[in-house]
Each structure stands twice: as structure tokens, then as C-alpha cells.
């Protein structure tokens, strides 16, 4: 059974750090496309950076030259490092994997873990 378990939320200032992870089993982790969403009250789910199996790497314009995806693969665990929080950062993250097998697809997800950005 996979699970995707983040763990590295909390309550922090703005301008402070924060560091997601995000813990995957029963996978092949490292064929797996791994993405970090958030999801802000009242707001829909997006997109905030993108790791592949191979590739280069994505993120959404909000957070670039801020927050930094990466991957262990040996550790079987996904990363967020983010820096220079800001209030409009409020969010709950979800930690994502998506593989294609074709016919088939694959889709995970976590349960999120809240990151709130207030003094």
C-alpha cells in the first residue's frame, strides 16, 4: 500500500523557514514524478514545484528563487525548503506522486501538513 506521510509544518514568521518532507513506501520511489501542491482557505489546490524521475526541475512563479524541491531517493523522501516565508504562503501542503505506466496511471497523494506564515 503507498503512503506519502509530510511531515515539517508549523507556525512561523514572515521571512522565517520552514522545511517540508515528505516520507513515500510501498513505491518505487525514485520512477516517480513528485510534486508539492497547497491549498490556501477559500482557494483551490495549486501547483508549487515539481520534481521528475529525471528532468528539470518547475515552480510555480510565487515561490521561485524561494522555495527549493528535492528528492532522496535513497531516503525514498521529497523535500520542500522554504525560505523567505510570506504571509500569502499560508497553506495546507500536500506532497504528490504520479506515474505512467501506460494504460495505467498513477496518482498519490498525502494528508498535508499546515504551514502557517503570521507574527
Known amino acids: 500500500q503507498v503512503q506519502l506521510v509530510e511531515s515539517g509544518g508549523g507556525l512561523v514568521q514572515p521571512g522565517g523557514s520552514l522545511r517540508l518532507s515528505c516520507a513515500a513506501s510501498?513505491?518505487?520511489?525514485?520512477?516517480?514524478?513528485m510534486n508539492w501542491y497547497r491549498q490556501a482557505p477559500g482557494k483551490q489546490r495549486e501547483l508549487v514545484a515539481q520534481?521528475?524521475?529525471?528532468?528539470?526541475?518547475n515552480y510555480a512563479d510565487s515561490v521561485k528563487g524561494r522555495f527549493t524541491i528535492s528528492r532522496d531517493n535513497a531516503k525514498n523522501t521529497l523535500y520542500l525548503q522554504m525560505n523567505s516565508l510570506k504571509p500569502e504562503d499560508t497553506a495546507v501542503y500536500y506532497c504528490?506522486?504520479?506515474?505512467?505506466?501506460?494504460?495505467?496511471?498513477?496518482?498519490?497523494w498525502g494528508q498535508g501538513t499546515q504551514v502557517t506564515v503570521s507574527s
Open positions: 504528490n506522486a504520479k506515474h505512467v505506466v501506460w494504460p495505467s496511471r498513477y496518482d498519490y
Open positions: 510501498g513505491m518505487s520511489f525514485s520512477m516517480y514524478h
Open positions: 520534481i521528475p524521475s529525471s528532468g528539470m526541475l
